[in-house]
């Protein structure tokens, strides 16, 4: 084999391991795994992070947007359209997938903060100081002990 093939190959060989290595040590933070989203449907640790930056970046004054898909106890889910612009948040309640469901329709209402209440140990997302609606409400609940 001429000098330049063999070269090649070794080096080929060298970052093909190389990459094998890289690839095979790196691991995925079970804290952020899946935190990219802006579709909240689980509830656990990633989806309370990707919330928790929603809040933060409202804190902050920059924009976002997320979508709360949760779960009823007997019919199909609400689904909660979340638009910040950094000073309010825009809430869309659709509920119309839900048989059993109060409303049964679509409602918007403004929010002027938005934050974290507790309730027996476990964190609920809690919209609050909100005109054409309830005051506060509470919009997810989050079990952090889940993936």
């Not at 640790?45 to 804190?59: L, M, P, T, W």
Request: charge should be neutral; aromatic fraction near 8%; include cysteine.
């Amino acid at each position: 084999m001429p000098g330049r093939v063999r070269s090649a190959i070794l080096w080929t060989g060298l970052l093909a391991a190389l990459w094998a290595l890289v690839g095979c040590s790196a691991s995925k933070d079970p804290e952020t795994e899946g935190a990219g989203t802006n579709v909240l449907i689980r509830f656990g640790k990633s989806d309370y992070v990707r919330a928790n930056e929603f809040v933060r970046r409202f804190e902050e004054g920059r924009g976002d947007i997320l979508y709360i898909v949760a779960p009823t106890v007997d019919s199909g889910p609400i689904i909660y359209d979340l638009v910040s612009d950094g000073r309010k948040v825009e809430v869309r309640r659709d509920d119309t997938r839900d048989a059993h469901g109060s409303s049964a329709g679509q409602t918007t209402f403004s929010c002027q903060a938005i934050g974290w209440t507790s309730k027996e140990g476990r964190p609920y997302l809690t919209v609050s100081q909100c005109e054409g609606e309830a005051e506060e409400r509470r919009l997810a609940k989050f079990d952090r002990s889940q993936k």
